[in-house]
């Protein structure tokens, strides 16, 4: 039907409903008619003597039959308009809300009753589009709830669910369960050399393969990033789980074909066994996640089955965070300071603080041994807090005490430091508390904290140089850095990589990097510092070079606070001699940290 024969039927039934409503007012009104005219009757009669007895016969039939008139009329009204506002509602029913919505707008009571139509109309349609998506926004919630977008393989949360039934099946049947976990090895190298449009697609490549490898009853899922986990049911021993490592590890091997390229990858499994005991679903994942990092860390490309004994080393590391969390309010960490030596003139010009823990059941312990997991949970902020303020003020005590001594003091800061937004104002805060001459501070960043997040810590460094310290780079030669970021970065210092230091002379490569890390160093306008210098030979070939300064065995190993002043007080013997037989004397590990 058009929109002119709907406006048209709309009108009419309109219009009708407008008359029979006029018609039914009209009934209405003459009922207070009869009623006055049964209430009068009595007196009319008496008032018509011997004639109102002949008026008494009819007067009563005539009401009833008026009467039942007036309620048929109504009758009939009452569905004529009913008739009508059907009718109206079914033209309107017939169209689409859209097609109301261009009808002229009215004023009477047909353009109101349009207008009611087709807002009601829409509503009904609204909803009905809404009740038949529903179906289809469950199934979407349901996908994302307990589906990978990516792959369309389950996620984890699916996989632990469908884990903890297998394992009440198990327990119940006395049956055994296993779990792989895969880590893909290198994949990060992957999406930053080829992009992660290339990395999504190879992920989507390695689903399909490891599921065209498993059985259709097994469970494959997507754990995140390049993880996934496999659950096989109904596994006798581990020789089941192996061979499907296996299966697996070959399926990968072969070249992906990834946007015209071949792209090679390699997997890490890690399988664990459910047991007699009782397990949870993150019990068996985090046996396999060991047993994968294992077999990381025994080469790639291999699996591992778990056993009780790797375990230990995450227990031990559990246990070391705790105690490390409640280290620095019991006052458990101490300095050491190793001299940073002027070679020219041979006088001690700085210090290094380096970072001790004297654990209650472990003994001393070094950087090597806790200073990573600082740096995972954190604690590494208040821990290099404490550092800082504890190196600032035994130098400035150091300074006091020997006025005419100029000594400046080098402090490490890592990469969870930089990255805080305070971190300038709190060094500023431990200048002005300690009363040292931020000229003497030396903050050491390691190559690969400057290349991280190049424009923040541009900024941050800049920051700290307006403070007045001095800024270097340590383990310099060991990241990843171009020249061009060097000439950006306001860096005053490069300290050598001791890994270099030890082959100089006699390896040419290591000669050479050297050199070349001095010349550069040079031409920007920077001195250089080489650590880990322990011969007398390779301090001479330093000097050779122009090198600045030196640090490591040669001159002295890390010394507790109370040995450094006489260090400092005493003659220099590194210019004119090259025997260090005097000065070797320690306890430190060959790293010097």
């Known amino acids: 039907m058009s929109t002119e024969e709907l406006n048209r039927e709309l009108a009419f039934a309109g219009q009708r409903v407008k008359q029979k409503v006029i018609l ?25 003597g011997p004639i109102g007895q002949y008026t008494e016969a009819f007067t009563m ?51 109101t009753l349009m207008s009611s139509f087709a807002k009601m109309l829409a509503t009904v349609e609204q909803q009905t589009d809404e009740i038949n998506q529903f179906p289809k926004r469950l199934d979407q919630l349901a996908r994302q709830a307990f589906r990978d977008s990516l792959t369309s ?58 599921a065209a490898c498993l059985r259709p009853e097994d469970t494959i899922a997507r754990l995140g990033g390049d993880e996934f986990a496999i659950l096989l049911e109904d596994v006798k021993d581990d020789r089941g789980p192996t061979s499907v490592a296996d299966r697996l590890t070959a399926e990968l091997q072969q070249p992906f074909k990834v946007e015209g390229r071949e792209v090679i990858i390699t997997v890490s499994i890690g399988i664990a066994m459910s047991t007699a005991k009782r397990m949870t679903p993150e019990d068996i994942l985090r046996d396999a996640d060991l047993a994968m990092y294992h077999a990381k ?18 227990q031990e590391r559990m246990d070391l965070e705790l105690d490390l969390r409640n280290a620095v309010t019991r006052g458990e960490f101490t300095l050491h300071y190793q001299p940073v030596v002027d070679l020219p003139s041979g006088r001690i010009t700085e210090v290094e603080a380096l970072v001790r823990w004297k654990h209650p059941q472990r003994g001393l312990l070094f950087p090597a041994d806790f200073v990573g997991l600082s740096e995972e949970t954190g604690l590494i902020v208040p821990l290099g807090r404490w550092v800082l303020h504890e190196a600032c003020r035994q130098t400035r005590q150091w300074q006091l005490a020997s006025p005419g001594t100029p000594l400046a003091i080098s402090v490490n800061i890592s990469a969870r430091q930089l990255q805080q937004p305070g971190l300038v104002e709190e060094i500023a805060a431990v200048l002005r508390d300690t009363r040292l001459d931020p000229s003497t501070l030396r903050l050491e960043i390691t190559e690969t904290v400057v290349m991280h997040d190049a424009p923040t810590t541009l900024a941050r460094l800049e920051a700290l140089k307006a403070l007045g310290v001095q800024l270097a780079i340590d383990d310099f030669g060991t990241g990843y850095s171009s020249l061009g970021y060097l000439k950006r970065f306001p860096v005053d210092t490069l300290k050598i990589d001791r890994s270099f230091v030890k082959g100089i002379g006699g390896n040419v490569e290591d000669s050479a990097i050297v050199r070349a890390v001095i010349t550069v160093a040079k031409s920007l306008n920077l001195s250089v510092t080489a650590e880990g210098i322990e011969t007398a030979e390779q301090l001479e070939h330093l000097r050779t070079l122009g090198c600045d300064h030196g640090q490591g065995y040669f001159f002295a190993k890390p010394l507790t606070s109370d040995r450094v002043p006489a260090l400092l007080l005493s003659t220099s013997p590194w210019g004119a001699r090259s025997d260090s037989s005097s000065f070797t004397n320690g306890h430190a590990s060959p790293n010097g940290h």
């Open 24 to 48: 039914a007012l009209t009934l209405a009104s003459v009922i207070p008619l009869l009623i006055l005219t049964y209430a009068f009757q009595a007196p009319v009669r008496s008032m018509l």
């Open 61 to 111: 039939p005539a009401l009833l039959i008026f009467t039942g008139l007036l309620m048929a009329g109504g009758g009939f009204v009452v569905w004529d308009v009913a008739s009508a506002i059907s009718r109206a509602a079914q033209l309107a029913t017939t169209a689409k809300a859209s097609d109301l919505s261009t009808i002229p707008t009215r004023k009477d009571e047909i353009g």
């Open 153 to 210: 393989m389950p996620n984890r949360a699916l996989f632990m669910d469908r884990l903890s039934h297998a394992l009440t099946r198990t327990e119940r049947r006395g049956e055994q369960l296993a779990v792989l976990f895969l880590d893909l090895d290198r994949f990060k190298v992957v999406n930053d050399s080829l992009g992660h449009s290339v990395g999504d697609q190879l992920l989507v490549g390695v689903s399909q393969r490891l």
């Open 297 to 314: 860390g025994k080469g790639k490309a291999r699996y591992e089955v778990f056993d009780k004994s790797m375990n230990a080393p995450a």
